[in-house]
């Protein structure tokens, strides 16, 4: 008989609680006064919110007492199931509890006692053998005597925060079999090798995430021990502990998240009985698979997130026995067909489950995959797969999970390929070149609970067979080219959907209501109508792209909306004001309502959300900035632009909005000055100001805007992931190199700088040059004087440099030479003089850029004077600029005064000549006639 390495005793100590209540519902016996009282006085310790412990009231049968278990033929209060029951938020544990002298099940995990430490009197409840305080928010030390529970057979303080020094106590517990430390400090307590494994009775040992190291020294362990399940998962190992030989018994390791390295070395082959081996998240490479040949009772083997990498068929070939093979987030390549050859060589019959997502794997599947009869589990995702799907995978009738999402699959699936997938729940395809085209009265052999389908072609009619779906809680059929009107039957299936994505589709039709419980994504379609009615526990609403028309305020106002995180309603036919009703949105962290017809003033009440982002953009909305938005506080992208927003750029923008990324107030009516709170923001990276009634000078102080200073850029992907199911990016439209661009998971990194079409004046700072990382800078159309700053010519970075229509005078800076990567350049309509810096990059832009200025040099055709001094190429170097005759315009005169006298005086005075002209203008005029007579004309 095989033993199964999971945690068992819990659930077999379980046993003799239901058949005690069972025993209890027959008997009329009520419980022993004295324990209902010490019950109530733990009772009264408690923090119960939610009223969980309601039936505990003086007078009742506390055998009745929900949680409370009593001995059928005494009485007395034999067991305590509180785990989970309520959040006993700063409350205390009562020792009362000692006057249960035959309590022998207590379990309070799960609830929160307000990190007070484990109460000693624990350790004095001597008919204890099953104690559970795990994830109960305790801290500290642990009682020492708790190691005089000698009859504990089950002990979990996993999940705490708990500092233990010594874990000499558990000596004392002889019958232990279960033991969980997980979370627990173990860092200063070097002996918890020889005291745990020196426990006669241990059959599982939890130690995951406790802080433990390699020892200096090797450890010296019995090799009789009965341990057969350890799990050491989440610690700092640098190699397989060698002391782990000596357990020959063990049936389960878990070493995962340990930064082991290399190969497993060879005295790991001694624990020959072993069935499951988790190395997952280390640093091993490929040589760990010619270390488990030994091993021919593994059946559970993950070695995902590591450093295998090259061709591994040959190695998996040694694996005999195994049922479940996770080789996920690797690096290893080779031809997918060639690893199911091995594997049908090894574990044809046994192979239950195969995971090998994110590698690079590539070849095209073949038949052969439809040999693995008892495959459930087939991830094949995120490779390089290319070809058709074989038709041979309809015969894999034990499979439930089916995932060949992100690969290069093209072709047509049929009917056939799903002939005998009866147990599917899980399928996920997403991101191939297939097409699916199933009769339209096809019932699906299976019931889906989660598909995904995204960018197959499934059009153009809504696919009919989701009818048949009645399980189905997950779908995503995003860009298949459906273009059809939403089907009523789909909106009134009886599922509720945890997930829908249908967007980018052509579907049309209006909506009325959305059974949806977190995440709904209808953008880029053709709705039509008011805004859908969504249920309370949504969290996520992304109706973008699409024309949905009316008032917000049905949706906006509704109080049982306070889980909305994300609520996207951009780029639709909205009207009317944004309603005064934010105050129950506490959670929301994405606001777009941007390109609508939204009139009136942001409302006061928005101002007490907590949003990451605000976009507003291309509304007509007015008046001036709430003074509220101030305790916005965790704002990273506030985008106002293309309104009428009027007064002026407030400063407690730069004072209280700190965590500000894109500030972009463009297209308003703002004047007054440009606040110097604004050289506050630390982490600004692109600011617009653009096309405002903004005065005054540009603030000196812009160069301690220290995120647009570091050349040092990281993609920052500012996002959320919510319920694994959705990950919004913050995207921004930006005005670079003279054109808007959308930039969104690149966002960060991007920076710029755009105060342009203002009434700015003054001088441009001279440390706006030590801003070098900015990539845009645009000043172009203020009322800028003096000299363009040589500092700008450090901003080596810069992509897009505009200071165009100004009053800027002197030269450009030969510091511009510099200037590597700029592509857009443009310092027009100023009053420059001198010659152009020469550079690969400022001879590379045409005429344009450079005209309403007095320079020379190229690409101008205006040469240059050893003093800078322009000269005419069209006289050939010989004029004079300094001469007051232009000798172009003398030239011109003269030619045509001698070629007009040159023709007309003979004509005047010599008459032969004269009647000979006239005859021949004759001649010519008369043939002229006759050939527009032969045409008609």
């Not at 309601?54 to 007078?59: A, F, I, Q, Y």
């Not at 007070?116 to 305080?133: D, H, Q, V």
């Not at 609403?541 to 106002?557: A, D, K, M």
Request: include cysteine; hydrophobic fraction near 40%; aromatic fraction near 10%.
């Amino acid at each position: 008989m095989t033993t199964l390495p999971i945690s068992f005793f819990p659930s077999l100590l379980l046993i003799p609680a239901i058949c005690f209540t069972i025993c209890h519902a027959n008997s009329n016996l009520l419980c022993i006064p004295s324990e209902r009282e010490a019950l109530l006085k733990f009772k009264n310790h408690l923090i119960d919110p939610s009223n969980s412990l309601s039936s505990w009231v003086e007078g009742g049968d506390c055998c009745k007492w929900i949680g409370v278990v009593c001995h059928n033929s005494t009485g007395h209060v034999h067991q305590l199931h509180l785990a989970a029951l309520s959040s006993y938020d700063q409350s205390a544990i009562n020792p009362s509890l000692l006057e249960l002298k035959h309590l022998s099940f207590l379990d309070l995990s799960n609830n929160n006692f307000g990190s007070i430490p484990i109460p000693k009197f624990l350790g004095m409840l001597e008919s204890l053998t099953y104690l559970n305080l795990s994830n109960a928010q305790f801290q500290g030390a642990i009682p020492h005597n708790l190691g005089n529970l000698s009859k504990l057979h089950y002990l979990d303080l996993g999940g705490n925060y708990l500092k233990p020094k010594s874990l000499q106590w558990v000596s004392g517990l002889s019958s232990l079999e279960y033991l969980d430390l997980s979370s627990a400090d173990l860092h200063k307590a070097n002996d918890w090798v020889q005291v745990t494994l020196k426990l006669p009775s241990l059959l599982e040992l939890h130690l995951s995430a406790c802080g433990l190291e390699d020892y200096p020294s090797p450890i010296s362990v019995n090799s009789t021990k009965s341990l057969v399940v350890l799990d050491l998962s989440s610690n700092h190992f640098s190699s397989v502990p060698k002391w782990i030989s000596s357990l020959h018994g063990l049936v389960s390791i878990d070493l995962s998240f340990c930064f082991l390295e290399g190969p497993i070395p060879d005295y790991f082959g001694n624990t020959s009985f072993l069935e499951v081996l988790d190395l997952s998240w280390n640093h091993l490479n490929s040589s760990i698979l010619n270390s488990l040949y030994s091993l021919n009772r593994l059946q559970f083997l993950s070695l995902s997130s590591n450093q295998l990498q090259g061709t591994i068929s040959s190695a998996i070939g040694n694996l005999s026995s195994v049922t479940h093979l996770d080789l996920s987030n690797n690096k290893i390549e080779g031809g997918i067909s060639e690893i199911l050859q091995s594997l049908s060589r090894c574990c044809l019959d046994s192979l239950e489950s195969l995971d090998m997502t994110n590698n690079q794997l590539s070849g095209h599947l073949t038949d052969q995959l439809g040999q693995f009869k008892n495959l459930s589990y087939l991830s094949l995702a995120q490779n390089k797969i290319s070809g058709p799907i074989p038709s041979s995978i309809g015969e894999l009738s034990s499979l439930e999970t089916l995932d060949f999402g992100h690969n290069l699959l093209e072709g047509v699936v049929f009917e056939a390929h799903f002939f005998n997938l009866t147990r599917l729940t899980t399928l996920k395809a997403s991101d191939n070149r297939l097409r699916f085209e199933p009769n339209s009265n096809w019932i699906p052999p299976f019931q889906c609970e989660r598909i995904e389908l995204g960018h197959w072609h499934l059009g153009p009619k809504f696919p009919q067979w989701l009818k048949f779906q009645k399980k189905l809680s997950y779908l995503d059929i995003f860009h298949v080219g459906i273009s059809d009107v939403m089907p009523t039957w789909f909106l009134n299936l009886p599922t509720q959907f945890e997930y829908l994505n249908l967007s980018s589709n052509q579907l049309t039709g209006e909506i009325s209501y959305l059974n949806v419980r977190d995440s709904v994504d209808l953008s880029s379609n053709r709705f039509t109508g008011s805004l859908p009615r969504v249920i309370s526990t949504l969290c996520i609403l992304h109706l973008s792209n699409n024309s949905f028309s009316g008032s917000l305020f049905e949706l906006i106002c509704n109080p049982s909306l306070t889980g909305m995180v994300a609520l996207y309603l951009d780029t639709n036919l909205l009207i009317g004001e944004i309603p005064d009703c934010w105050n129950h949105w506490e959670i929301l962290a994405y606001l777009n309502l941007a390109n609508n017809n939204l009139t009136g003033k942001i409302p006061p009440t928005l101002g007490y959300t907590y949003p990451f982002l605000i976009n507003l953009r291309n509304n007509s909305m007015f008046e001036e900035l709430p003074y509220t938005l101030r305790n916005s506080w965790s704002l990273v992208m506030l985008d106002l632009s293309e309104n009428h927003f009027s007064g002026s750029v407030p400063a407690w923008i730069g004072d209280k909005l700190s965590n500000l990324v894109v500030l972009s107030l463009r297209s308003n009516n703002f004047d007054g000055h440009i606040p110097h709170k604004i050289c506050d923001l630390q982490f600004l990276q692109n600011l617009d100001l653009a096309n405002n009634n903004i005065s005054g000078v540009i603030p000196k102080c812009f160069n301690n805007l220290s995120a647009m200073a570091t050349k040092i850029k990281t993609n920052n992907e500012f996002s959320l992931s919510l319920s694994n199911f959705y990950k919004f990016y913050l995207k921004a439209l930006l005005v670079l190199k003279g054109r808007e661009d959308e930039y969104g998971s690149t966002l960060g990194l991007v920076t710029s700088m755009d105060l342009s079409a203002n009434s700015l004046t003054g001088e441009i700072p001279k440390k706006i040059g030590s801003l070098v990382g900015l990539l845009s800078l645009n000043f172009s159309g203020n009322l800028l004087t003096g000299n363009i700053p040589n500092s700008i010519g450090n901003m080596e970075l810069m992509e897009s440099l505009d200071l165009s229509m100004n009053r800027l005078n002197g030269e450009i800076p030969p510091s511009f030479s510099n200037l590597n990567f700029l592509n857009h350049f443009n310092v027009s309509y100023n009053n420059l003089t001198g010659q152009i810096p020469t550079s690969t990059q400022l001879q590379s832009f045409e005429n344009l850029s450079y005209v309403g200025n007095h320079l020379c040099g190229p690409p101008l055709s205006k040469n240059c004077t050893s003093k800078g001094i322009s000269t005419d190429v069209a006289n050939n170097g010989s004029s004079n600029e300094g001469s007051k005759v232009n000798w172009l315009y003398v030239s011109i005169v003269l030619g045509f005064v001698m070629g007009f006298w040159g023709v007309v005086a003979p004509l005047f005075f010599i008459r032969s000549w004269r009647i000979a002209y006239y005859r021949k203008l004759d001649h010519i005029c008369g043939k002229l006639h006759v050939f527009w007579a032969t045409m008609g004309m």
